[in-house]
């Protein structure tokens, strides 16, 4: 399974991404939202972690653009965010997120939410 983490933090970004990799994950990171599309063209990836605070692109936009893409709509989206007020939430639901999740986060529980999230989608393919 491929998991995209945007992130325009770097040690957030690499946290995630080793914590991620020790689970047997393959990780893509981008620091910005061009980076995230430029890689979600081109790569298979099961799920995307974005952070809503990106250079250009907000999280947001880039979330409504993998769930308003054929190709791409599929792909399981989390928003990572410090952004926690109600309208933040609304317009994570809005734009089509799986998941919202606050920062801080403890790294494992990242872990098992992705789990649950792909365990889930892999189930339900598996049946249809």
């Given at each position: 399974?491929?998991?995209?983490i945007?992130?325009?933090e ?9 914590t ?30 974005l ?12 979330c ?10 599929d ?54």
């Amino acid at each position: 399974m491929v998991i995209l983490i945007a992130d325009d933090e770097a040690d957030i970004r690499n946290l995630v991404k080793i914590t991620l990799e020790e689970n047997g994950y393959t990780v893509l990171t981008a620091q910005n939202g061009k980076e995230a599309w430029d890689i979600l063209r081109t790569k298979d990836v099961n799920l995307v972690i974005l952070d809503v605070i990106l250079c250009g692109q907000t999280g947001f936009d880039v979330c409504e653009w993998i769930k308003n893409n054929p190709e791409t709509k599929d792909i399981i989206v989390f928003l990572f965010t410090a952004l926690n007020q109600d309208h933040d939430y609304h317009e994570g639901q809005r734009v089509g997120c799986d998941q919202y999740l606050t920062k801080p986060q403890n790294p494992k529980d990242i872990v098992e939410k992705v789990n649950q999230y792909l365990n889930n989608r892999y189930q339900n393919q598996t049946i249809q």
